[in-house]
């Protein structure tokens, strides 16, 4: 069985739909809590196999489908309806630059990217910043490179 989540990812609780079984309890009254896998167990005799450690302390194990990576928990919150625009400020540009800030809701890219290792988070912040920055194509290419990296590592892997 293939596991959705490793030991460091950083998850959010789902909240389940409305429902009379007690095993819909803990995810209820945790819904919309974030924390870290701290640890995956075996899944042939452990039903409950993401041991999660929540920020504010404590942790609870939950399955496969009570879980949502954070970042796409971040994503559905915000309003991503409204077009991107270039970035022209120069108000922060050293702690929050326009071309990192434009998401809507106060999301910034590096609330994505920190979710998915450095490899990965590079190609999502080039991605996610391709439009912003005035240089699209650089940034596309340099996306570009660190999936291409990426492929490379786990092929030499075997996976």
Known sequence: MTLRFKTGDRVVVTPPPASNNPA?????LY???IGVITGVLDTASMP????VTFDGGGSLCFTDHELTHESEYLLAKADLSSAPEVATREDDVVNHPAH???LP???E???ITKNFGFVRGNALKYLFRA???GRTIEDLKKARWYID???KQLEAEGE
Do not use: F, Q, S
């Not at 819909?24 to 209820?28: E, F, I, N, V």
């Not at 409950?48 to 041991?51: D, G, I, L, S």
């Open 24 to 28: 819909d309890l803990a995810p209820g």
């Open 109 to 111: 890219v590096i609330d």
């Open 100 to 102: 990192y800030t434009w």
């Open 48 to 51: 409950y196999p993401y041991e």
């Open 149 to 151: 990296y990426e492929i």
């Open 105 to 107: 809701g106060g999301l």
């Open 131 to 133: 439009d912003h920055k």
């Open 31 to 33: 819904a919309n809590h």
